[in-house]
């Protein structure tokens, strides 16, 4: 059936679950697949790169080129190169939903607003790169203080009200602060519903260093929480679209642009982004996580725990 065809791998390995996206000569996305097995796992890679190539039908020998990306993308055997996730999820979310103009990333790790321009490329971004306020790293520490599982969480902010002041957003301290507010007898959904506006708030915040925009998609995992898109959604004062896959955006904008590279057509289309890449994966890194300047109230620490980098600063540079 696909006899004669060439095809290339997008990986995305990230801080919890390993992502893999099979692509064609055409750029259709072919197969995919998601594993999770703890922190930035290789065989998490291994089994997420055999689960997309089964779901496509496709035998390792005829992957022309692999591009990794995502928090471990140093670590994926076989890359021929990497990008970060901010190029890779801005191309992969405009492919899945074409026209889009506003990408927000919540990873394990840490959190993206990436503003995409009409090429699907990256014009503009700003991501929380040392703290893991609003990650899923928040939310996983908010659904052990509250004893349910995380996939759970959302559906009980649903049923909440989120008019508590949620004083800290530090994942280190935030647990002590539910467990506190749940002994004075708050119900556990209004607590989880109080908790989302705050990353919602946050987000905003992100968001309103690159300027709002539309349409509106959200990538990770963090995507597949409703009441995250419920109250982000709200916070913006527009809708959030929700991607058929928004875990996959990462690895497939990486298969896409191993496509480019393939056929010669990647340097135009990613000199212009690819020193903010490197920017922003220098701050990101583990070794300059710290949470020393984070006093954990919302409204101080925005702006000390972001990066916002325009693209035409660095095109000046070229």
């Not at 699907?120 to 349910?148: K, W």
């Not at 954990?296 to 325009?310: E, F, I, M, S, W």
């Amino acid at each position: 059936m696909n006899a004669g065809k060439w095809f290339v791998m997008g990986v995305d390995l990230g801080s919890t679950t390993a992502k893999a996206a099979v692509v064609d000569q055409d750029g259709v996305l072919c197969g995919a697949d998601v594993v999770q097995m703890g922190a930035v796992s290789p065989a998490a890679v291994a089994r997420a790169i055999d689960g997309a190539l089964n779901a496509a039908g496709v035998s390792r020998d005829r992957i022309r080129r692999t591009i990794s990306t995502g928090y471990g993308r140093k670590l994926v055997p076989g890359a021929d190169r990497s990008f970060t996730e901010i190029t890779c999820h801005a191309r992969g979310a405009a492919a899945l939903r074409p026209g889009v103009r506003l990408v927000i990333d919540i990873g394990g790790q840490d959190s993206k607003a990436i503003l995409v321009d009409d090429a699907g490329l990256v014009d503009r971004f700003a991501m929380n790169d040392r703290c893991a306020s609003g990650t899923g790293r928040f939310f996983d520490v908010l659904a052990r203080a509250l004893e349910v599982e995380i996939d759970a969480v959302g559906e009980l902010a649903l049923s909440g009200s989120g008019d508590l002041e949620v004083s800290s957003m530090c994942a280190t301290f935030a647990e002590t602060e539910v467990i506190s507010l749940l002994a004075q007898g708050l119900s556990k959904s209004d607590v989880a519903a109080s908790v989302h506006r705050a990353v919602a708030a946050r987000t905003l915040g992100l968001v309103a260093q690159v300027g709002k925009a539309s349409p509106v998609v959200m990538t990770g995992g963090v995507a597949k929480n409703p009441a995250a898109r419920h109250f982000v959604s709200r916070a913006l004062d527009r809708p959030i679209e929700l991607l058929e896959q928004p875990q996959i955006a990462g690895a497939y904008g990486a298969g896409l642009l191993a496509r480019d590279e393939y056929l010669g057509q990647a340097a135009a289309l990613v000199d212009r982004d690819a020193a903010a890449d490197e920017q922003a994966a220098e701050s990101a890194s583990p070794g300059n996580r710290h949470c020393l300047d984070c006093n954990g109230v919302l409204d101080h620490t925005a702006a000390r725990t972001t990066t916002a980098v325009p693209i035409e600063l660095l095109r000046n540079k070229r």
